[in-house]
Each structure stands twice: as C-alpha cells, then as structure tokens.
C-alpha cells in the first residue's frame, strides 16, 4: 500500500475535522471533531513511522494521545460548567471575548 | 504484507481460520443455555430445594436441562415492545454492542498449543493477536457501550440512571483489572497469552503462585466487570427496575444475557489461563500426555478439556457468590474500585518489579 | 489482493463515519459514528503492524475519551431536540464536499509525485517490546512529564466540574 493512500486518507479525515470546528454550532460537536483532526495527526504519524522503520512515530503517536485524553477531560469539564451557568451549549451564546 | 504471520500456505490458513471462527462461536453460542441451568439448579440445590425439574421430554426429565430450551423457546415467543420515543437505531442497536465484544475475546482466547492436521501444524487460536491481553483489556472497554447505548436509547428516567450507574462502574473497575494483569507480564516476559500458558507448564509455575495479589485483584474485578453480584447493583431485579435492560423484550433481553454469559465464560477462561495454568494438568506434563496417548491430538484434546473443566469451575464460583454475598451500596462500590483496588493494584506492580529486578 | 481489499474496505469506512460525525445532528450518533472511526483507525494501524498504538487506541480512545463525551451528554440530560444544531444550509454541505474531495486530490497528486515509495511489507516483530525499549530509554524525559501532565488534568477536570457550594 503506497504511503500517499494513507496520507490522504490522513488528509480526509484532518478536513472533516477542521470542517467540523468551523460548522458546528455546538461546543460537543466541536470537540469531537478536534479528536478527529488528532487521529488523523496520529495516522501520519504511524504510517510515516512503519514506511521509515522507525518507531518514534509510534512513540509520538502514544504522547498525542495521551495529551488529547487530558484535553478532552478538561473541555468536557468546560462544557459541563459551561452548561450549568449559561443553560446552553450553543456556541452562539458565547460571545464575551468578541469585541 | 497481510494480517497473518503464520507459514502455513494460504488456502490451508483460510479454512482453518474460518474454522476456528465458526468453532469458537458455537462455543460461545452454547454456555448460556448450560449456565442458565447451572443459575437455577446449583442455588436450588444449596438452599435444600429441588429448582426446576419438570420440564420433560417423553417422561425424559434430565435434571431440568430441558428447562433451558423452554426458557429459550419462550423468549424468542415473547412480544417485543419498543418504547415510542426510544431513538430506533440506538434501541435496537444497544444489545449488538453487548455481545460483540464477548465473542471478539472469546476469539482471541488460546485453547491449547497446536494440533496436527495433515501435517500442518494449527495453532487453537482463532485470532492471533500479538498483544494478547491488550486486546482483551479493549474489548472490555468496548462493552461499555452497549450498557450506555441501550440505557440511554430507551429514553426512561431510570433506564438512563441504571445505564450511566452500571457503565460508570464498568469503567472504574476496568483500570484495576489492567493493573492486576501488568505483574503477570511482567513475570512470564510476554503479552501473548499462548506464551503466558507455555510459561506455565509446572505445577509451582502458575499464576496463581507467582502473583497471588493480582489473582484476587483480578477476581474481584471480573465480577465488577460483568455487572454480577455483589456488584450488580445496575441490573439487579429490586433496583432501578431492573436498570438498563428495562424496556428490552424478547430476544434483545435474550441478546444481553447472551453477552453476559458469554463474557463471563470470557473472563472464567482468562482466569484459568493467566493464573491457573491453562490447559496444563498439575503433574502431568505435555510430552508425558503425548506420549501416554501417543498422539498430539488427543492431548490437545485433554488439554482442552482440562481448560473448560478450570472455567467451569470458575463459572460455578460466580453462581456460588451470587447466592451467597449481598449486594454493594454503590459509593461503597465506587470506594472499593478507586481507593482500594487501584493503589493496590499499582502497589503491586511496583513490588513484582522490584522482586523482579532484584533477582536478576 | 486481501491488503487491497482491506485497506479499500477501513478507508471507505473511516471517510464514511468522518463525515457522519460532522454532518449529523444528534450527539450520540456523532459519538458512536466516532466511535466506529477511531476502532476502524485502530485496525489501520494493527494493519501496518503497531499492534501496541492500536491496543492503546481503542482502550485509551475509543473505551475512555469517547465514553467520557457520552457521559457528559447524558449527565446532562440534554434533551435532543436542544442539542440538535439547526439543519445546516444546503451551501455548507456543498462547501464540505467541495473541500474534501479538492483537497483529498491536490494531496494525492502532491504526494504522488514525492516518488515515497511502498510502506514497509514486513511487520515490525513484536512490537510491543520495542516501543518500550525506546519509550523508557531515549523518551524518559517525556513519559514522567506527561504523568505529570495527566495528573494535572485529572485535578482540573474535577475541579472545574464540581457543583459549586
């Protein structure tokens, strides 16, 4: 399997992502497609890792997720006081920082 | 560069691996109707009653066997109900995340070394998975969808508490049982479950002996994970109204007994296999077994055999502690999981790692 | 032939349930659609022979974040019909299309020309030994920093989630 399939493969994925996040008008939604964007970071990484019989990739690969679990943890904790003071999740609500 | 690893030509792996699938999912088709039996006679006969024996076949009664297939034959008869604003897809889709994950470690199981057929040498795994327990540790996880899926889907005030209670426990009570498994590969030096068994082919070398702590750490943990008393507190049949399988009927109730049953029978086998030798007899070992049989099949045979016989009677422990111990409070359940079982889990791996070390 | 077949068959897949977790409007689709992309992903990656990445893939990914999402949807309680983001306009499904497809083949003909060659056909043997071997050796450092890490974020969570007094 040439390594190009699965960096487009990689590529498709990274776009519903970042599609997601600019889309999405609810906070869950977003976050789930950043988890997204980070899998496809972590396709790259093994599939560069076993074409250059290298295995920092994997290692790297292990880091990312470990660091998005604790991300993921601590947004969703967001979200849940988010949800509590504001009664919604909508992203639209959010506007405080927007001048 | 394709999935398997093994020398054997293509046509030969293709059908023994079909083989192994269809074998091990007959298996694990087969141990719900027998432990149903076994749940209704084995308490009956420790509470000084009969349990149900009439059900009979031309005056044939077979100690209630029969019982069974009259259980099963009314299931599949019953009405299934669909709750009218349960989401469809989620409803009917939650028992299939049940039972999947049982049979996928069911398949990963090793049942013996090898037998020979036509002189090819056939491992008696169906998957071999390099990883071994990892991939068990997985499935694991993955059964918790079917809890939270199915409880949520039924859009139910107490559906959606037993789901989020019973998943809630399955996950606290998973990290302990990977953190009991880690000394057992710390000491046989590998993941790989057939080399964990061939590890432990003396009677003095079982899992049980070199790592005790982890054996309770991991029985207690293999109750937790299948939602079996005493901590079954999310689908108990005084609470919360059965919990997450309330609004399920006929064969989707079926579903999610199946794939209790069946990850049960998953976790028994595990047991027998990382602490109690396997499919090893006690003072017998396997070139004795082959050449007192003379063949390298029917010790595979008696291999196999030896190995259900050690879950049995591990399955027999669970219906024993079932009617035998009451059932947690759930903080005392969630206490027991975090603030016990975890820093001795990872107390433990911290001692077997320095014996470890100290020795060599 | 079967690599073909299979790695046809997870792509297909994995694209199918990306777009699924951005298009659809109610949350526990799109985290069960997740759910079926993350294990898909997993098998690419036992696939190509990291069998320790794709055991910690789905006991990390999809056995614990994504049940962490599903449990905050139900905590909630959020009711469905609030959840569900508006239908989105016919415009931004045309964008998303658009965007993939024209991307998915600029990178193919970019990469295609970068002359990389095949990924390596034998699999790297046992897997897990060596990643450890290189985990606690060169990348110590990291490891004990992420712990950290980790700890700091289990702490946080709790803290911020808690219901105030």
New interface residues.
């Given amino acids: 399997?040439?390594?190009?399939?699965?960096?487009?493969?990689a590529?498709?994925?990274f776009?519903?992502?970042v599609?997601?996040v600019l889309?999405?008008?609810?906070i869950?939604?977003v976050?789930?497609?950043i988890?997204?964007m980070l899998?496809a970071v972590?396709?790259v990484f093994?599939?560069g890792?076993?074409?250059l019989?290298n295995?920092?990739g994997?290692?790297m690969?292990?880091?990312v997720?470990?660091?998005?679990?604790?991300?993921?943890?601590?947004g969703?904790?967001?979200?849940?006081?988010l949800?509590?003071r504001y009664g919604?999740?909508k992203s639209e609500f959010f506007r405080i920082l927007r001048g | 560069m394709g999935l398997t690893s093994s020398e054997l030509p293509f046509i030969v792996d293709l059908i023994a691996t079909l083989s192994k699938i269809v074998v091990v999912f007959l298996i694990g088709l087969n141990v719900p109707p027998i432990m149903l039996w076994v749940e209704r006679r084995v308490p009956a006969l420790m509470q000084r009653r009969r349990g149900p024996n009439r059900v009979g076949f031309f005056k044939w009664r077979l100690w209630g066997l029969f019982q069974a297939v009259a259980d099963a034959i009314k299931l599949i008869f019953k009405e299934e109900a669909v709750p009218a604003m349960a989401n469809k897809w989620f409803f009917h889709l939650g028992p299939v995340f049940s039972v999947f994950p049982a049979f996928l470690v069911l398949s990963a199981m090793p049942f013996g070394e090898y037998i020979e057929v036509m002189g090819y040498q056939i491992s008696l795994v169906a998957v071999q998975v390099n990883v071994g327990f990892l991939f068990i540790l997985a499935m694991a996880g993955m059964a918790i969808y079917g809890v939270a899926l199915s409880g949520w889907a039924s859009t139910s005030k107490y559906t959606l508490l037993g789901a989020l209670r019973a998943s809630a426990q399955m996950i606290s009570y998973e990290i302990p049982l990977g953190l009991s498994l880690i000394p057992i590969a710390l000491v046989y030096n590998s993941l790989d479950l057939t080399e964990i068994v061939k590890g432990q082919s003396h009677f003095w070398q079982w899992g049980i002996f070199l790592s005790p702590l982890s054996f309770i750490i991991f029985l207690v943990c293999m109750f937790a994970e299948t939602n079996r008393t005493p901590f079954d507190l999310a689908e108990a049949e005084s609470e919360l109204v059965v919990g997450f399988h309330t609004e399920y009927g006929s064969t989707k109730f079926a579903a999610f007994f199946l794939g209790e049953y069946v990850s049960m029978f998953a976790l028994s086998l595990l047991c027998s296999i990382l602490f109690f030798g396997g499919w090893h007899l006690p003072l017998l070992s396997r070139e004795n077994l082959i050449n007192l049989t003379g063949s390298v099949n029917l010790a595979a045979l008696v291999g196999v055999g030896v190995l259900f016989l050690k879950a049995a009677f591990f399955m027999f422990l669970y219906v024993w502690v079932r009617w035998t111990v009451p059932r947690f409070r759930y903080d005392q359940l969630m206490k027991l999981g975090w603030k016990f079982l975890l820093p001795l889990g990872l107390a433990n791996i911290a001692v077997t790692a320095g014996i470890l070390a100290l020795n060599f | 032939m079967s690599d073909q077949l299979v790695f046809w068959g997870l792509a297909g897949f994995i694209t199918l349930s990306s777009v699924a977790v951005v298009t659809v409007r109610n949350p526990v689709t799109a985290a069960v659609a997740l759910v079926i992309n993350l294990f898909l992903l997993a098998g690419v990656y036992a696939f190509q022979g990291a069998d320790f990445v794709a055991a910690i893939q789905i006991i990390v990914y999809t056995g614990a974040i994504v049940v962490l999402f599903l449990f905050v949807i139900m905590i909630l309680n959020l009711d469905p019909e609030h959840l569900r983001s508006p239908r989105p306009r016919i415009w931004e499904h045309l964008v998303l299309g658009v965007v993939i497809a024209g991307f998915a083949y600029i990178g193919y003909r970019f990469l295609d020309s970068l002359d990389v060659g095949k990924v390596a056909s034998n699999r790297l043997p046992d897997n897990t030994y060596d990643v450890a071997m290189i985990l606690f050796s060169n990348y110590l450092w990291p490891f004990e920093i992420v712990s950290i890490l980790i700890l700091l974020a289990i702490v946080g969570s709790v803290a911020i989630a808690k219901k105030p007094k």
């Fill in positions: 399997m040439p390594i190009e399939y699965y960096f487009s493969l590529l498709v994925m776009l519903c992502g599609c997601g889309f999405r008008r609810n869950l939604f976050l789930m497609s988890e997204l899998n972590n396709l093994v599939s890792s076993t074409f019989k295995l920092d994997q290692i690969v292990f880091f997720i470990t660091v998005a679990a604790c991300e993921a943890a601590v969703l904790a967001m979200v849940i006081a949800f509590r919604t999740i």
